[in-house]
């Protein structure tokens, strides 16, 4: 079993002791996750890009915690749809692979922009 | 090796021969993936609870793109801060699973709600 | 003069009396912005549709400071990219009301969603 | 009336032609408004923080956009929570002004991350 899978095995028996699954709509997942996601950026919004790439290890514990908490949310809304997440992460890797061929894309800054 | 980190050196691939590291400070990548979050909320917006638990074919299919996204995203801040994605995540459950003990936080919405 | 431009003419001398224009580029004012959205939406997250527009007293002074946070720093960005916002909002006002014909799309969720 | 004001009565008329209330609560709009935060970000979320200040003429008009779009969002919520959003931005002003006085955390980036 893939480590994803076991995640959202631990995290279904976590939310099923504590009959929290009547909270855990997909629209209601959707919005944990965005707010976590505005927490994790919370760190990084008046940082210069090279500072956000050393991070002293205090603010490094708390951006862990946040990737972690966006992470088992997107574990809950990949089980309450049951979408299969690393089938859906291989598949758009591959999408991309044929959509950003290397030798057209490279080494230029407004085609990554234009092309994203 | 596991899945989450196969993904990671996938990616770490996939940026490097686009020359596209560049880009990647984990400022820049934090406002991807919220700008992920928001896309993935944009199709539970207007929708009930019901509703997002049940989606149709087509809406299923553009929201297994979004959880892509936003995995991959998550996979990358990882790399360029050093953060063990699923040693993050263990740690992080471990946590909640102290703080929020199932007999006490069990069946209420209000201490759910208090809790969070 | 309009009360947009009062608060964005009192927020310019907020700014400029504590030297910080510096870290008040579109860029970090749009994810400030984006971590407020999520502060507001952590309100909500778990509350019903219902719910949510009966706000108790305590939860309701908060969000109250979260729309002017929200509001605040919309009239930044527009003082540093020099839009002006009150005319942005009515440009986009008549353009909506040519784009949903009240009689098109009167009444129908159906419609809302593809329209939005 | 003041143009907030203005903006709120037109909305308002806007959604009652349409009978658009019923997808109107404040949970549903929040998540609507964070949305577009997201899609501001979108356009910063590769540049410099230099080229964020200097944006060409076609950006400058999407990004208009979108401003006008989180404001009009802002002011649903404030209509359907009987916030005063002037109100609320005066009073948020106010707390500001004391909570930084500038003699304090004038010229300093540190103390201005930390303070926010």
Do not use: C
Not at 39 to 54: K, P, V
Not at 61 to 80: H, N, P, S, T
Request: a negative charge; charged letters at 30%; hydrophobic letters at 40%.
């Amino acid at each position: 079993m893939n480590d994803l899978r076991q995640i959202q095995q631990r995290m279904n028996e976590f939310v099923a002791e504590r009959d929290w699954e009547q909270f855990h709509s997909p629209k209601n997942l959707s919005m944990a996750l965005a707010v976590e996601a505005g927490e994790l950026m919370e760190h990084f919004q008046w940082m210069t890009e090279e500072d956000s790439a050393r991070l002293p290890a205090d603010k490094l514990a708390e951006v862990e915690f946040e990737l972690a908490d966006i992470l088992l949310y997107l574990v809950r809304i990949a089980e309450q749809t049951g979408i299969d997440l690393l089938g859906a992460v291989n598949k758009k890797m591959e999408l991309n692979e044929k959509k950003y061929p290397a030798h057209v894309v490279r080494g230029s800054s407004r085609k990554y922009t234009e092309y994203n």
